[in-house]
């Protein structure tokens, strides 16, 4: 995964529907349009519950729990991050 910075979310978004990047980490605000539109598919929300707005999506911590678990186990280090 290589990360491409933008200047907002708006020309992020724009790239993202026209096909020219292939995921994106975005405020929902900024993509709910398009999710209900069926351009854009939404993964998981990152609030601790389900969204009012999409009851439908899971939050991450119920698509990842392991990985949420490891993240929070685990101090943010410079260098090598293996698991010993």
Known sequence: MVHVPYRGGAPAV?????????LMFTAGTQSLEHVKAGNLR???VTEGKRSSLLPDIPTVGETLPRL????RSRRHVKG???ET
């Open 14 to 22: 724009a790239d993202t529907v026209a096909g020219q990047t292939q």
């Open 42 to 44: 939404l993964l998981a």
């Open 68 to 71: 949420i678990r490891r993240l």
């Open 80 to 82: 090598d991050c293996r």
